[in-house]
């Protein structure tokens, strides 16, 4: 499994930017995708998850009412529409994905497979 996130880059506070993850190989309705972001000298923290098949769909408390992610009907792709970005938003977004069969579990360690980062920056 190879997974490719894009849609990163710079905007304005109360902007918006919508993410990509397109996922290559044997995928399963079952797995578990999500999104998780990093700062410069911070952890690697939890943003949204669903399924491949669109279900069970879980958010950090931090974006919750700003940031949807979605399933792409008709490809392998996850897109996460994020809008009202604030400054704390920046950060190195990743995908990851794996056979997790519980989305509301943030820990990064239980995914498997994981994307390069794409990088958001929010300006004040």
């Known amino acids: 499994v190879q997974l490719q996130a894009s849609g990163g880059g710079l905007v304005q506070s109360g902007g918006s930017l919508r993410l990509s993850c397109a996922a290559s190989?044997?995928?399963?309705?079952?797995?578990?995708i999500g999104w998780f972001r990093q700062a410069p000298g911070m952890e690697r923290e939890f943003v949204a998850s669903t399924r491949w098949s669109g279900t069970h769909t879980n958010y950090a408390d931090s974006v919750k009412g700003r940031f949807t992610i979605a399933k792409d009907s008709t490809k392998n792709m996850v897109d996460l529409q994020m809008n009202s970005l604030r400054p704390e938003d920046t950060a190195d977004y990743f995908c990851?994905?794996?056979?997790?069969?519980?989305?509301?579990?943030?820990?990064?360690?239980?995914?498997?497979?994981w994307g390069r980062g794409t990088q958001v920056t929010v300006s004040s």
């Open positions: 990851a994905t794996g056979p997790l069969a519980d989305t509301t579990n943030p820990n990064p360690r239980v995914y498997e497979y």
């Open positions: 190989g044997r995928i399963f309705d079952s797995y578990s």
